[in-house]
C-alpha cells in the first residue's frame, strides 16, 4: 500500500511531454489537407457566428459534428491509440458525440434567440475565438513546435472548446446531453496535460466550469431573448 502512495500522475502515462508534442508534428504532416479544413471551417464559424442565427447554429452543429467524428478516426484511433490503448474508448466517445452534434444541428431548432442567459452569445463567441485562434497561440508561446500546434477541427482540445461555446447557443434539454463527452475529455486532457507538465492543463477543465456557470446563470428579471430569424 506504501508503494503506490508513491507513485505520480506521470507514472500512469506511457510517454512523456516530447512524445506528446511530436504526436501533433507527425498527425499534422499525415493529415495537413484536413487541418488546413479545419482552420477554414473554423473561421466560417467566427464569421457565421458574429450574429447567431438558428440556421447558422445548427449549420456549425453538423460541421462540429463532422469534426468529432474525424477526430474519433484519424486522430484517436489512428494517432493516439499507439501511445495509449484507452484513446480507443476516448474515439468511441468522440463519435458518439459527433453523431450527437449532426443529429442536433438536423434537427429543427425553436425560434428565438439562443437559449441561455442574456451574455451567452459573447460567451460563446468567447469561447470559438479561444479555440480557433487563441489556442495556437498559446501553444506557440509556450514553446510548442509551430508544426505540432492543436488546431481546431482536427485536434480534441481545441475543438472541445469550440462545441463549450456552441453548446451555449442549443437550447437547454439538448445542450446537458451534449456536454457529457466534451466534460469528461476535458478533465481527462486537464490530468494527462497535469501529468506531463504542460502549462496548458488548466484551460480546458476552466473551461468546463465557465460553460456550466454561464448554462445556469440567470439575468433576473430583465428580458434575455429576442427573435433570431432562420
Not at 49 to 59: C, E, K, Q, S, Y
Not at 134 to 163: C, K, N, Q, S, Y
Not at 173 to 184: D, E, G, N, S, Y
Request: hydrophobic residues 55%; contains cysteine; aromatic residues 12%.
Amino acid at each position: 500500500m506504501a508503494d503506490w502512495l508513491t507513485y505520480t500522475l506521470s507514472d500512469f502515462l506511457p510517454f512523456s511531454r516530447p512524445t506528446y508534442l511530436r504526436l501533433f508534428e507527425i498527425f499534422n504532416a499525415r493529415f495537413w489537407p484536413a487541418v488546413v479544413l479545419g482552420l477554414a471551417l473554423g473561421l466560417w464559424m467566427l464569421w457565421s457566428l458574429r450574429r447567431p442565427t438558428a440556421t447558422r447554429v445548427r449549420l456549425s452543429s453538423a460541421l462540429l459534428g463532422a469534426c468529432w467524428l474525424w477526430i474519433a478516426w484519424a486522430f484517436l484511433s489512428k494517432s493516439y491509440a499507439p501511445l495509449i490503448w484507452a484513446a480507443n474508448y476516448a474515439a468511441v466517445a468522440f463519435a458518439v458525440q459527433g453523431s450527437l452534434l449532426l443529429a442536433a444541428g438536423i434537427a429543427r431548432l425553436r425560434r428565438g434567440s439562443p437559449e441561455g442567459s442574456a451574455p451567452t452569445p459573447r460567451f460563446a463567441y468567447g469561447m470559438l475565438v479561444l479555440a480557433v485562434l487563441l489556442m495556437p497561440i498559446l501553444g506557440f508561446l509556450l514553446h510548442r513546435p509551430w508544426t505540432g500546434l492543436e488546431h481546431f477541427g482536427t485536434a480534441p482540445d481545441p475543438t472541445v472548446l469550440a462545441t463549450l461555446g456552441l453548446l451555449a447557443l442549443i437550447a437547454p434539454h439538448r445542450r446537458h446531453l451534449l456536454m457529457i463527452v466534451p466534460a469528461a475529455w476535458s478533465l481527462i486532457s486537464g490530468l494527462t496535460l497535469l501529468a506531463l507538465g504542460d502549462p496548458l492543463w488548466p484551460l480546458l477543465p476552466t473551461a468546463v466550469i465557465a460553460s456550466i456557470t454561464a448554462s445556469f446563470w440567470q439575468p433576473g428579471e430583465r428580458t434575455r431573448r429576442s427573435q433570431m430569424e432562420r
